[in-house]
């Protein structure tokens, strides 16, 4: 009698341990796929279990990432400078890597998260599958929660702002349910620090200032922690140049070294902005040495007062705070070590990367991490504490000259066709560089392109195959030039509607160019046949955009009133043109706004033959109102002056157009053997 529950109990630990041993997280991307088909069957009760499990799944990848590689680095140490023992150390550290890491979450596979996909995760996108679903499921107070972590990520959705004043009116739905769900614990902390002080209440915020320092410093670790992954080459291409040992391990480095020094600018990032709080880090320091002195605590506030002038060495206001400071007192102080440990760090990887940089040819240039806002004047020499100002200011931000800043910006020129017509202009679009045609193409060839449309995208907007990129109440399709010359080709669509694609693109190109009256030639960066379907039963209460407002060519920061020419931006796109083929569908308005994002500027309703071209920068930024019933096609086209950047698949459609004129093969594609390669 007493055999079977030792070996009931030995068996039940080796059932666990196999399940513990054959354990895989399921890949984040593939869940919220399977979230994204479910959202487009309406299936909202998988939508919502995928759609968290993916975020679940997103989380522990990276907490996994971060505690092995700190485990690692803990148990096998840089503490000899012997080439031997480094390497050792290293091969031993990505041994224990490689355990934890599937020891935590699974046997390792070739699957790769795509970076795409990773920026979605980073911009909050299934939090906006989640709000709709947990709408249709009733569930309001679910809804409110991540309506508000999307909102926060994305400032500039104007409808998810107006969706969350709606939901604010919603009978069960409560203040608290306007959580954000991936606040970062040292900007949360520090914020509600911030409230506290400005109501006076400076004990309570010295609290949370403390806290918010205590958590931004742990941060500063993870952050430094996930740099130590794969790293992406921009300046070298590994598959040409060859490397000796030395060199391939002191460009990785370099890489490394400048993600953690890009820590300091991340951590004071807000979600959803471009550029950081300005003086983020000492401005704890600020605010906490005037808390402690409103509180009496002089000591506390001379030691903060000194910690700042480590990161302001010299700065008036501080340095008469830290006199009085000492006078109250009768000594000195010392400022914290953590901060003293930290800048030291920081000085140091300035130095290697300056080294580094100049050793793979690459510039490094520091920014300026630790601006102030200035002394401040106290005539009653009593220590004076800051206002609450913080501004978002760039750091090291590229602002590039395109071609297009070097030509003097007119506009006016020749329209080069008889029928097409001009009906606004710059003046009447209440804008710069805008224009709307009419009568571009006729109805017969609007028709012609909207078949080839049907029978030529794919499923995706062609943009690496997303189904609904920029709203999942819409499913979008696409295709390019060469797809439809290369179908038609092959007998599958008529060569002929092919080659009308081919030559309205080129059509709207020369009126782009002769009317902006540029001097020199505009070319191709991309082009493509798109149609945006609003999709049944998702279009009740719906209030977001077809297609958020954005620049062609640069980050839009509606907050900062700026535009940052600057990756993953396309930042050599100088001109941008719309060609519409129908205006059969409710909504779908193509606005231009002002920098804000909010602001309509103008509003231009599509239909057949109508064309709206712009120029690509900050100061045209435009969007898509939804599209709720119906589908709205178009030719969509983006121009460069740089011939570096010309579309690749454009200039191998021109090839194919040249081969078959000299074959005099347009009217007899269907006798084209389609087994045949293009």
Same mark, same amino acid.
């Given at each position: 009698m007493d055999?079977?529950?030792?070996?009931y109990? @030995?068996?039940?630990?080796?059932?666990?341990?196999?399940?513990?041993?054959?354990?895989t997280?399921?890949?984040?991307?593939?869940l919220?796929?399977?979230?994204?088909e479910?959202?487009?069957?309406?299936?909202?009760?998988?939508?919502?279990?995928?759609?968290?499990?993916?975020?679940?799944?997103f989380?522990?990848?990276?907490q !996994?990432?971060?505690?092995?590689?700190l485990?690692?680095r803990?148990?096998?140490?840089?503490?000899s400078?012997?080439?031997?023992?480094?390497?050792?150390?290293?091969?031993?550290?990505?041994?224990?890597?490689?355990?934890? @890491?599937?020891?935590?979450?699974?046997?390792?596979s070739?699957?790769?998260?795509?970076?795409d996909?990773?920026?979605?995760?980073?911009?909050r996108i299934? &939090?906006?599958?989640?709000?709709?679903?947990?709408?249709?499921?009733?569930q309001?107070?679910?809804?409110?929660?991540?309506?508000?972590?999307?909102?926060?990520a994305?400032?500039e959705?104007?409808?998810?702002?107006?969706d969350?004043?709606?939901?604010?009116a919603?009978?069960?739905?409560?203040?608290?349910?306007?959580?954000?769900?991936?606040?970062r614990p040292?900007?949360?902390a520090?914020f509600?620090?911030?409230?506290?002080?400005?109501?006076?209440?400076?004990?309570?915020?010295?609290?949370?200032?403390?806290?918010?320092?205590?958590?931004?410093y742990?941060?500063?670790? %993870?952050c430094?922690?996930?740099?130590?992954g +794969?790293?992406h080459?921009?300046?070298?291409?590994?598959?040409?140049?060859?490397?000796?040992?030395? %060199?391939l391990i002191?460009?990785?480095? !370099?890489?490394?070294?400048?993600?953690?020094?890009e820590?300091?600018?991340?951590?004071? !990032?807000? +979600?959803g902005?471009l550029s950081p709080?300005?003086?983020?880090?000492?401005?704890h320091?600020d605010?906490?040495?005037?808390? $402690?002195?409103?509180?009496?605590?002089?000591?506390?506030?001379?030691e903060?007062?000194?910690?700042?002038?480590?990161?302001?060495?010299?700065?008036e206001?501080?340095?008469?705070?830290v006199e009085? &400071?000492?006078?109250?007192l009768?000594?000195?102080?010392?400022?914290?070590?953590?901060?003293?440990?930290?800048?030291?760090?920081?000085?140091?990887?300035?130095?290697l990367?300056?080294?580094?940089?100049?050793?793979?040819?690459?510039? $490094?240039?520091e920014?300026?991490?630790?601006?102030?806002?200035?002394?401040?004047?106290?005539?009653?020499r009593i220590?004076?504490?800051?206002?609450?100002?913080?501004? $978002?200011? +760039?750091?090291?931000a590229?602002?590039?000259?395109t071609?297009?800043?070097?030509?003097?910006?007119?506009?006016?020129?020749p329209?080069?066709?008889?029928?097409?017509?001009?009906?606004?202009?710059s003046?009447?679009?209440?804008?710069?560089?805008?224009?709307?045609?009419d009568?571009?193409i006729s109805?017969?060839?609007c028709? %012609?392109?909207?078949?080839?449309?049907?029978?030529v !995208?794919?499923?995706g907007?062609?943009?690496k195959?997303k189904?609904s990129?920029?709203? *999942?109440?819409e499913?979008?399709e696409g295709a390019t030039?060469?797809?439809?010359l290369? $179908?038609? &080709?092959e007998?599958?669509?008529?060569?002929?509607?092919?080659r009308?694609?081919?030559?309205v693109?080129?059509?709207a190109?020369?009126?782009?160019?002769?009317?902006f009256?540029?001097?020199?030639?505009?070319?191709?960066?991309?082009?493509?046949?798109?149609?945006?379907?609003?999709?049944?039963?998702?279009?009740?209460?719906r209030?977001?955009?077809s297609?958020?407002?954005?620049?062609d060519?640069?980050?839009?920061?509606?907050?900062?009133?700026?535009?940052?020419k600057?990756?993953p931006?396309y930042t050599y796109r100088?001109?941008?043109?719309?060609?519409?083929?129908?205006?059969d569908?409710?909504g779908?308005? @193509?606005?231009?706004?002002?920098m804000?994002?909010?602001?309509?500027?103008?509003s231009?309703? *599509?239909r057949?033959?109508?064309?709206?071209? @712009?120029?690509s920068?900050?100061e045209?930024p435009?969007g898509?109102?939804?599209?709720?019933?119906?589908q709205?096609?178009?030719?969509a086209?983006w121009?460069?002056?740089d *011939?570096?950047?010309r579309e690749?698949?454009?200039?191998?459609?021109?090839?194919?157009?040249?081969?078959?004129?000299?074959?005099n093969?347009?009217?007899h594609?269907?006798?084209?053997? *389609?087994?045949? %390669?293009l």
């Amino acid at each position: 009698m007493d055999v079977n529950p030792k070996i009931y109990g @030995f068996l039940t630990c080796i059932l666990q341990a196999l399940l513990l041993s054959s354990a895989t997280l399921e890949p984040f991307d593939l869940l919220f796929d399977n979230g994204v088909e479910a959202f487009q069957k309406g299936d909202y009760g998988n939508v919502v279990r995928y759609m968290e499990s993916a975020l679940n799944s997103f989380s522990e990848v990276r907490q !996994t990432k971060i505690s092995c590689r700190l485990k690692c680095r803990d148990q096998h140490r840089f503490d000899s400078l012997l080439t031997d023992k480094f390497f050792e150390v290293i091969l031993y550290r990505a041994h224990c890597l490689n355990e934890c @890491f599937e020891g935590k979450l699974g046997a390792q596979s070739m699957h790769k998260v795509s970076e795409d996909v990773i920026q979605d995760f980073n911009r909050r996108i299934p &939090y906006n599958y989640l709000q709709l679903a947990y709408r249709k499921l009733g569930q309001l107070d679910k809804a409110a929660s991540a309506a508000h972590t999307y909102f926060q990520a994305n400032p500039e959705h104007v409808e998810m702002g107006e969706d969350l004043e709606q939901y604010k009116a919603q009978k069960g739905v409560k203040e608290e349910h306007f959580i954000d769900r991936e606040s970062r614990p040292h900007q949360r902390a520090f914020f509600a620090g911030v409230k506290l002080y400005d109501k006076g209440n400076y004990e309570a915020s010295v609290t949370l200032f403390e806290e918010a320092l205590t958590e931004y410093y742990r941060a500063d670790v %993870e952050c430094r922690a996930l740099c130590e992954g +794969p790293q992406h080459f921009e300046e070298q291409d590994h598959v040409l140049y060859k490397y000796n040992l030395y %060199e391939l391990i002191s460009d990785h480095y !370099t890489q490394v070294l400048h993600c953690e020094h890009e820590c300091v600018r991340d951590l004071a !990032t807000r +979600p959803g902005r471009l550029s950081p709080m300005e003086n983020y880090l000492p401005l704890h320091y600020d605010y906490l040495q005037f808390a $402690y002195f409103q509180a009496g605590r002089n000591e506390e506030a001379l030691e903060c007062a000194l910690t700042y002038l480590l990161f302001h060495e010299g700065e008036e206001f501080m340095t008469e705070n830290v006199e009085y &400071y000492r006078e109250v007192l009768g000594h000195d102080g010392q400022p914290r070590k953590e901060a003293e440990q930290y800048l030291r760090r920081h000085k140091q990887e300035s130095d290697l990367l300056l080294i580094g940089s100049n050793n793979i040819g690459v510039t $490094y240039t520091e920014g300026n991490y630790w601006s102030s806002s200035g002394g401040r004047e106290d005539a009653n020499r009593i220590p004076s504490g800051t206002d609450g100002w913080m501004d $978002y200011v +760039p750091i090291s931000a590229k602002r590039n000259v395109t071609m297009s800043m070097l030509q003097e910006l007119r506009e006016g020129g020749p329209l080069l066709y008889d029928n097409v017509r001009l009906v606004q202009n710059s003046h009447t679009l209440n804008g710069s560089q805008r224009v709307l045609f009419d009568d571009v193409i006729s109805e017969d060839q609007c028709s %012609e392109l909207k078949f080839l449309a049907h029978s030529v !995208t794919a499923a995706g907007d062609g943009y690496k195959g997303k189904m609904s990129p920029h709203t *999942p109440n819409e499913k979008f399709e696409g295709a390019t030039v060469l797809k439809t010359l290369r $179908y038609g &080709y092959e007998g599958r669509v008529p060569l002929k509607s092919a080659r009308l694609f081919y030559d309205v693109s080129e059509k709207a190109r020369r009126i782009i160019e002769s009317y902006f009256m540029l001097n020199s030639t505009l070319h191709f960066s991309y082009t493509h046949l798109v149609c945006r379907t609003a999709i049944s039963g998702q279009q009740d209460y719906r209030n977001d955009l077809s297609h958020p407002i954005h620049a062609d060519n640069c980050l839009l920061d509606p907050e900062a009133n700026e535009c940052w020419k600057e990756p993953p931006a396309y930042t050599y796109r100088d001109y941008s043109a719309l060609l519409y083929l129908n205006g059969d569908f409710d909504g779908g308005e @193509f606005i231009f706004t002002e920098m804000d994002a909010k602001t309509v500027t103008a509003s231009v309703k *599509p239909r057949c033959g109508r064309m709206v071209g @712009f120029s690509s920068g900050g100061e045209n930024p435009h969007g898509v109102r939804a599209v709720t019933r119906g589908q709205r096609c178009a030719v969509a086209l983006w121009f460069t002056l740089d *011939p570096l950047y010309r579309e690749l698949e454009r200039l191998q459609a021109d090839e194919v157009v040249q081969t078959l004129d000299n074959q005099n093969m347009w009217d007899h594609g269907l006798q084209i053997n *389609p087994k045949d %390669e293009l």
